[in-house]
C-alpha cells in the first residue's frame, strides 16, 4: 500500500483539513450492555473531545443524551459524533501514522432488539465497526445480530473484548466463541495480561511488546500507559500468539504466504499491511481486549480502528442504479466528482428543527448549493449544515466526500433517499428494516389531544422506519406497530416529552401473517348492471407457496388479449389490496406467488374498478383452495440464571410454547437458549425476574414466523374477530 499519510490531491479538495486517506467512519456495535456507550464515551475523552467522562449509570454520557436514554441506562437511538486522533510516538501500533492527525466519525448504537433499525441504517453508511464483545458473557444473541447486519452490508469490522475485569472474564473463550458461534475469522492483535480483578495490561502481538496501565494516574491525557518487554511469564504464550496470527495471515494473503515458504523473516510493518488489506477486505476479524469502564485498552483500540479499519478509498465504490432503468453506476469517493450523498436518519430537533444525517460518497456541497433527489424529481437549497457531536449541533460551511453529517430544513425527505446534482441522477441502494412484530390501539387521554397526537405519531413514523401508525376502518382505532413493548412504551413516551399528549393504549398485539400450503386455482368476477352503464371485470389466477423469507410475487401470464394490458395493473392492485389486509384472518399474506392467466372483458363495461375487484375476489377464491394457515413471529431468547433457578426457568419457557435448543454452563451459571412464540412472552421480564429473585437475565429477538398450532389458533382467530384493530 501507498504511504497512508499522503495527501492524494487528485481526490482531495484543498479545502478539506483531513483527507479521505485520514477519515474512519465506523460505529460501536453490541449486544446491550456490553459497554458500547462507555466505550464511545472513553474514546471520546481520549480523543480530547470531552474532558470529564460521563457513565451510563449516571445518564452524562455525550452519546446517550435522550432522556429516555438516561433513565434506562440504555442506547435508544444512534448518535453520530465526530472527534479526531492523533497516534504518539509511544503507540506500538503504526509507525506510518505517528504524529498525524485522523477525523474519525463515530457512530453508537443501540443494542437493544427493539432499535435494531438504527443498527441496519447506521451499517448501511458505515465503512467499519468495532464489534465490542463482554468478556464474560462473550458472544449474545444480539451479537450475532448485529454481526449479521454487518455481513449483509459487507462491513470490515475488528473486535474488542470489552470487561476483562469482571468476574468471570476470560479472554479465550470469548474468542472461541466468535469462531464457533459467528464463524469468524478471528485473531488476535493483542492478547490479556491476567483477567478479573488482575487485568493489567496487554500483549501486543505483532509488535511483541507488553502495554501496562498505570494505577488512578488520570489525566486530561487519559490514564497513562508504558510499553515495555513482555513479562517472562507471558513471552511464550506471545510467541505462539504471533506464530498463530502469521499462519493465519499467510492462508489467505499471497504476499505473506510467499515469505513463509521462502523462510524470509516478515517484518512488523509487512504483517500489519496485510492485516490491513484482509480487515479491509473482511477476510480476518483482529481482536483486541480491554476494560472501557476502568479506562484500560482504549487508546491501543483507536490507534487499532486507525491502523486497521479501511478510509473511504479502502473499500469498493458505492453503487447506485439511474432511475427507471436496469442501469448501473459507481460513486467513486472523489472530492472533485459529482455529489452524491445518501440520507439514512430524520430526527426532529427541539432547537434545530427536522435533521436529515447523510453520509457524502462522493463530491462536495456548500451551504447555499442546492441539492436534487431522484425520488421526488426536486431540488432543495442548503441553507444549514452541521456536524454532531451527540447532543450538540457545530455549524460548518462545507462537507467533503467520505463526511457524516446533518442537513436542516429539507422537506419531503425519507430515509435512504439518495441526495445528489441533477445531473448525476443516481438512486443508491437504501437501507432494508424488519416489519413490525407488535401493535396496539392508541388514543389520547384528552380528545383536544386528538390533532396533536397525529401530528406527533406522524413525526416519529417519519424517523423511525420500524415504527408505522395507521388508522383501522373498520374500528376507526389509531394504531401503532413497532418491534416490541419497549418499542412501543418509548414511543408513547416520547409523545408525552416532546409532543405533549397523554396517549391511552389498549393490550399489545400480535402481527401474525397467514400464507398458503398448496397450489390453487382462483377466479374473480365483478359484475354490476343498474340501467345504464355496467361494470365488468374478470380474472383468474394461480397461487402457490413461495419460498420462506421470499415474500410476494405477483407475474403477469396473460396471452392473447383475454384481459386487455391497460387493466392487468388494476389486477395487481386488487392482489397487493388483498395480500396486505389479509384474507384468512385479517393478517398480511407472506411467501406466495400469484400468475395472473387468464379473464375476460366487456368492451363498454370494463374499467380499472372493475378489475381491481376482480384481483380481490380471486385471491380469496384462490386462498380457500390452496390449504391457508396462520404464520406467528418466533423470538430466539437466551435466559442466563445461577443454576439453582434452571429448573423454574426451564419449565417457565416450557409453559410458554418454547422449544429448548441448548442449556450450557458458562462462568458459574446456566444458559438456556430456546424458541418462544411472542404471543407467550408479554410481562417475561416480570415473570424472570419472580422466579430467580432478580438474579436472573434474558434477551430476545426475531427468529421467524412459523405456523399456529392448531390449539391455540381457535383462540387467535376468536380473537382477531372481536379485536380488527390488532390487524397489520
Not at 505483532?206 to 486530561?220: H, P, S, Y
Not at 396533536?452 to 413525526?459: E, F, N, P, V, W
Not at 372483458?601 to 385471491?619: C, R, Y
Request: net charge negative; aromatic share 8%; with cysteine.
Amino acid at each position: 500500500m501507498s504511504d497512508p499519510a499522503a495527501i492524494n490531491t487528485t481526490l482531495n479538495s484543498p479545502q478539506r483539513q483531513y483527507p479521505l486517506e485520514r477519515t474512519r467512519n465506523f460505529g460501536i456495535c453490541a449486544h446491550i450492555d456490553a459497554g458500547k456507550t462507555t466505550t464511545t464515551e472513553r474514546i471520546l475523552f481520549y480523543t480530547g473531545l470531552i474532558h470529564k467522562i460521563g457513565d451510563v449509570d449516571d445518564g452524562n454520557t455525550v452519546t446517550d443524551w435522550m432522556e429516555q436514554e438516561k433513565e434506562r441506562g440504555i442506547t435508544i437511538t444512534s448518535a453520530a459524533v465526530t472527534s479526531f486522533w492523533t497516534q504518539k510516538k509511544d503507540a506500538g501500533i503504526h509507525k506510518n501514522f505517528e504524529g498525524i492527525a485522523h477525523r474519525i466519525n463515530i457512530i453508537d448504537t443501540p443494542g437493544h432488539v427493539d432499535f435494531t433499525a438504527e443498527v441496519e441504517r447506521s451499517m448501511r453508511v458505515l465503512d467499519g465497526a468495532v464489534a465490542v464483545f463482554c468478556g464474560v458473557a462473550g458472544v449474545q444473541p444480539q451479537s450475532e445480530t448485529v454481526w449479521r447486519q454487518a455481513t449483509k452490508y459487507k462491513v470490515p469490522r475488528i473486535a474488542f473484548v470489552n470487561k476483562m475485569d469482571r468476574t468471570g472474564a476470560n479472554f479465550d473463550n470469548a474468542l472461541s466463541d466468535m469462531r464457533k458461534k459467528l464463524g469468524a475469522y478471528a485473531f488476535p492483535i493483542f492478547l490479556n495480561i491476567g483477567a478479573e480483578e488482575k487485568f493489567a495490561g496487554v500483549i501486543d502481538v505483532v509488535n511483541q511488546k507488553a502495554i501496562i496501565w498505570g494505577e488512578g494516574d488520570l489525566t486530561n491525557e487519559g490514564l497513562k500507559y508504558e510499553v515495555t518487554e513482555i513479562p517472562a511469564a507471558h513471552q511464550e504464550r506471545a510467541q505462539a500468539a504471533l506464530a498463530e496470527l502469521i499462519d493465519a495471515v499467510s492462508n489467505k494473503d499471497d504476499s505473506i504466504a510467499e515469505l513463509v515458504l521462502e523462510e524470509k523473516p516478515i517484518t512488523v510493518p509487512v504483517l500489519k499491511a496485510a492485516i490491513r488489506r484482509l480487515t479491509c477486505k473482511i477476510e480476518l476479524i483482529p481482536v483486541l481486549c480491554g476494560t472501557a469502564f476502568k479506562k484500560k485498552g482504549i487508546q491501543v483500540l483507536i490507534d487499532a480502528v486507525v491502523d486497521y479499519l479501511p478510509s473511504p478509498l479502502d473499500i469498493p465504490p458505492a453503487q447506485g442504479m439511474v432511475p427507471d432503468t436496469e442501469d448501473t453506476l459507481e460513486v467513486p469517493p472523489n472530492d472533485n466528482s459529482k455529489f452524491c450523498s445518501l440520507a439514512f436518519k430524520l430526527w426532529t430537533d427541539p432547537y434545530a428543527g427536522k435533521l436529515v444525517f447523510f453520509r457524502v460518497y462522493s463530491g462536495q456541497l456548500k451551504k447555499g448549493d442546492s441539492i436534487y433527489n431522484p425520488r421526488t424529481r426536486k431540488r432543495e437549497r442548503v441553507s444549514r449544515l452541521m456536524v454532531i457531536q451527540g447532543s450538540e449541533r457545530k455549524d460548518v460551511d462545507s462537507v467533503y466526500s467520505g463526511d457524516i453529517a446533518a442537513l436542516v430544513g429539507l422537506r419531503n425527505i425519507t430515509t435512504g433517499d439518495t441526495l445528489c446534482n441533477e445531473d448525476f441522477d443516481i438512486a443508491l441502494e437504501p437501507p432494508t428494516f424488519p416489519e413490525p412484530v407488535i401493535s396496539m390501539a392508541i388514543e389520547p387521554k384528552s380528545k383536544a389531544d386528538q390533532d396533536k397526537m397525529s401530528q406527533g405519531l406522524q413525526r416519529l413514523a417519519e424517523e423511525d422506519p420500524t415504527f408505522r401508525c395507521f388508522t383501522n376502518e373498520e374500528t376507526g382505532q389509531l394504531i401503532i406497530a413497532g418491534m416490541g413493548e419497549l418499542h412501543l412504551e418509548i414511543i408513547r413516551d416520547r409523545l408525552k416529552r416532546e409532543f405533549s399528549v397523554e396517549a391511552d393504549a389498549g393490550a399489545p398485539q400480535i402481527a401474525y401473517r397467514e400464507t398458503i400450503t398448496k397450489p390453487a386455482e382462483g377466479e374473480g368476477k365483478f359484475i354490476r348492471q343498474s340501467g345504464g352503464r355496467g361494470q365488468y371485470g374478470h380474472a383468474i389466477i394461480d397461487v402457490e407457496p413461495n419460498e420462506k423469507g421470499k415474500g410476494v410475487e405477483i407475474v403477469n401470464k396473460v396471452v392473447g388479449g383475454t384481459i386487455p394490458k391497460e387493466y392487468i395493473p388494476a389486477v395487481h392492485s386488487g392482489i397487493e389490496e388483498a395480500i396486505k389486509s389479509g384474507v384468512y384472518a385479517g393478517f398480511q399474506v407472506i411467501d406466495i406467488k400469484v400468475s395472473i392467466k387468464d379473464g375476460s372483458f366487456h368492451e363498454v363495461d370494463s374499467n380499472e374498478l372493475a378489475f381491481k375487484m376482480a384481483g380481490i375476489f380471486a385471491l380469496k377464491d384462490a386462498f380457500a383452495q390452496a390449504g391457508p394457515i396462520l404464520l406467528e413471529p418466533i423470538m430466539k431468547v437466551e435466559a442466563t440464571t445461577p443454576d439453582e433457578y434452571q429448573g423454574d426457568i426451564l419449565g417457565d419457557i416450557n409453559r410458554r410454547r418454547g422449544m429448548i435448543q441448548g442449556v450450557d454452563a458458562k462462568n458459574g451459571q446456566t444458559v438456556l437458549t430456546a424458541q418462544v412464540p411472542l404471543a407467550e412472552m408479554f410481562g417475561y421480564a416480570t415473570a424472570i425476574r419472580s422466579l430467580s429473585k432478580g438474579r436472573a437475565s434474558y434477551s430476545m429477538e426475531p427468529l421467524n414466523f412459523e405456523q399456529v398450532p392448531n390449539s391455540v389458533l381457535t383462540t387467535v382467530m376468536d380473537a382477531a374477530k372481536k379485536r380488527p384493530a390488532a390487524r397489520s
